[in-house]
């Protein structure tokens, strides 16, 4: 059975950079699609990047150039950089792999 926990979030103002991390257990991770998603209050969940077991990447259109997802198959790990923060990027974010949700992390961008 898979575990997911998110960590890394927090308050930052707008311009701001923050890393989250996912760690996964219970699965083989090396050979897992990872993804992150985001809930805004009010608004439904999105995807925010995607990556494969091979390491290629996809993103929404709304944090191209500004995110970057990355993983670390030793430490059974996903990460999402997050540079150039917007008050928009407000939300909780969740990991996902195999339908499994982890619990989410809170990122809140002042201005």
């Known amino acids: 059975q898979v575990q997911l926990v998110e960590s890394g979030g927090g308050l930052v103002q707008a311009g701001g950079s923050l890393r989250l991390s996912c760690a996964a257990s219970?699965?083989?991770?090396?050979?897992?699609?990872m993804a992150w998603y985001r809930q805004a209050l009010g608004k439904r969940r999105e995807l925010v990047a995607f990556i494969d077991a091979s390491g290629n990447t996809n993103y929404g259109d709304s944090v191209k150039g500004r995110f970057t997802i990355s993983r670390d198959n030793a430490k059974n790990t996903v990460y999402l950089q997050m540079n150039s923060l917007k008050v928009e990027d407000t939300a909780v974010y969740y990991c996902?792999?195999?339908?499994?949700w982890g619990q989410g992390t809170q990122v809140t961008v002042s201005s």
């Open positions: 996902l792999t195999r339908g499994t």
């Open positions: 219970g699965s083989i991770f090396s050979s897992d699609a």
